[in-house]
């Protein structure tokens, strides 16, 4: 939990709540469950993932934070701590409540996740997609205009061939009645 950006007195009342929020959620996720839950006062979304043998991982995170990625980083997270702990399963398989275990990759993971467009290669690659796509339209939304134009001058350019012939015809005859005259 990275709290540095807050004052110190701050940093006790908000771990208090992070804490708080974090457990409340998830133990009223059933297991083989994620959820995410917005936090009163609409301060941020708390994501939860609940394994089926009943690991909890929790990312508490701003209103902007996209929840694909969030579940992704809870997903790696919880692998990632199964493997750490491998060798030794009692420290979750037993436990019934909070328990202090030292996992020393959350500080990884956290500021590995801080851009999740940086620390997933899928996520990155839709939010290129989404900038080419962005392009695309506006180069549409440009050319469709530009057709739009097109198409009032080609209309244009029609009146004014009429309009053209018209004078010429009538320019002819006003020459042949000079003509007639003489």
């Given at each position: 939990?990275?709290?540095?950006?807050?004052?110190?007195?701050?940093?006790?009342?908000?771990?208090?709540?992070?804490n708080?929020?974090?457990?409340?959620?998830?133990?009223r996720?059933?297991?083989g469950?994620?959820?995410?839950?917005?936090?009163e006062?609409?301060?941020?979304?708390?994501?939860?993932?609940?394994?089926?043998?009943g690991?909890?991982?929790t990312?508490?995170?701003?209103?902007d934070?996209?929840?694909?990625?969030?579940?992704?980083?809870?997903?790696n997270l919880?692998?990632?701590?199964?493997e750490?702990?491998?060798?030794q399963?009692?420290i979750?398989?037993?436990?019934?409540?909070?328990?202090?275990?030292?996992?020393?990759?959350?500080?990884i993971?956290?500021?590995?996740?801080?851009d999740?467009t940086?620390?997933?290669?899928?996520?990155?690659?839709?939010?290129?997609?989404?900038?080419v796509?962005?392009?695309?339209h506006k180069?549409?939304?440009?050319?469709l205009?530009?057709?739009?134009?097109l198409?009032e001058?080609?209309?244009k350019?029609?009146d004014?061939?009429k309009?053209?012939?018209d004078f010429?015809?009538?320019?002819?005859?006003q020459?042949?009645k000079?003509?007639?005259?003489?």
């Amino acid at each position: 939990m990275d709290l540095s950006m807050l004052w110190f007195y701050q940093k006790g009342m908000a771990k208090e709540h992070i804490n708080f929020n974090s457990r409340t959620i998830a133990s009223r996720i059933p297991p083989g469950n994620k959820a995410s839950v917005s936090l009163e006062n609409n301060v941020g979304v708390c994501y939860c993932w609940t394994t089926k043998d009943g690991i909890s991982a929790t990312a508490i995170t701003d209103n902007d934070y996209p929840e694909k990625a969030a579940f992704i980083m809870l997903n790696n997270l919880i692998m990632d701590f199964r493997e750490t702990f491998s060798d030794q399963p009692y420290i979750y398989e037993e436990t019934k409540g909070d328990a202090s275990v030292r996992y020393e990759n959350l500080e990884i993971f956290l500021k590995k996740w801080q851009d999740p467009t940086e620390a997933d290669k899928l996520l990155k690659i839709e939010k290129e997609l989404h900038e080419v796509k962005e392009i695309i339209h506006k180069n549409l939304s440009d050319l469709l205009k530009k057709g739009e134009q097109l198409d009032e001058l080609m209309v244009k350019s029609k009146d004014l061939s009429k309009v053209s012939v018209d004078f010429y015809k009538k320019a002819k005859k006003q020459n042949q009645k000079c003509c007639y005259m003489n």
